[in-house]
Every structure is written in C-alpha cells, then in structure tokens.
C-alpha cells in the first residue's frame, strides 16, 4: 500500500501566496506521475498541475505562469507552489500519485485534501 501526506494549505488574502507538499511512503516500485486535483463547492474535481517521473510539468491553463510544481527529496515529495492566488482557487487541493508495480500496471492513490481558500 502507499499512502500519500499532504501538507500546507490555509486561508490567504487574494494576491498572496500558498504552498502545498505532498509526500508518498510505503509499497512503491515507481512513481509514473504525481500532481494536483482541486476542487471547489459544486464543481467537478480538476487536474491543476502534475510532474512525470522524468520531472516534466504541466499546467491547467488557469494557474499557468502562477503555480509551479517540482519534486524534490528522494522524488517521492511533490511541491506545489501557488503566487497570485484569487478567490477562484478557492477549493479542497488533493494530491494524487500514478504508482507503477513490476508489471508497470498503474495504481493511483489520493491525499486526504487540504483546503486552500482565498479571501478577496
């Protein structure tokens, strides 16, 4: 089993500045992917940014240019780091993880959540 230790998230003034970690133990062969969902009241869950196992980012287009993600520590950790928050990032941010086994089957784990709001 894996499990995956979100940390960070809080309450900020619109304009501010957020950072979240997310780090994964247990069973894990290879990391494929890891990334963040959000998701607001009321609204589906989105893909906000992920990083592969060969460090390659990629963005919502609605955070570009204002998050950043990257690994670090033994590349088990994912950072998530939010500039110029407005309150329509304002959701509970979840971390995921693409876990391959020996077969190179794909396993996918989630954070508990951790909530982000931002006040205007």
């Known amino acids: 089993q894996v499990q995956l230790m979100e940390s960070g998230g809080g309450l900020v003034q619109s304009g501010g500045s957020l950072s979240l970690s997310c780090a994964a133990s247990?069973?894990?062969?290879?990391?494929?992917?890891m990334g963040w969902y959000r998701q607001a009241p009321g609204e589906q869950r989105e893909l906000v940014a992920s990083v592969t196992g060969g460090d390659i980012p990629s963005y919502a287009d609605s955070v570009k240019g204002r998050f950043t993600i990257h690994r670090g520590g033994a590349k088990n950790v994912v950072y998530l780091q939010m500039h110029s928050l407005n309150p329509e990032d304002t959701a509970v941010y979840y971390c995921?993880?693409?876990?391959?086994?020996?077969?190179?089957?794909?396993?996918?784990?989630w954070g508990q959540g951790t909530q982000v709001t931002v006040s205007s």
């Open positions: 995921y993880a693409d876990i391959r086994d020996s077969n190179w089957r794909a396993h996918y784990y």
């Open positions: 247990g069973s894990i062969f290879s990391i494929n992917a």
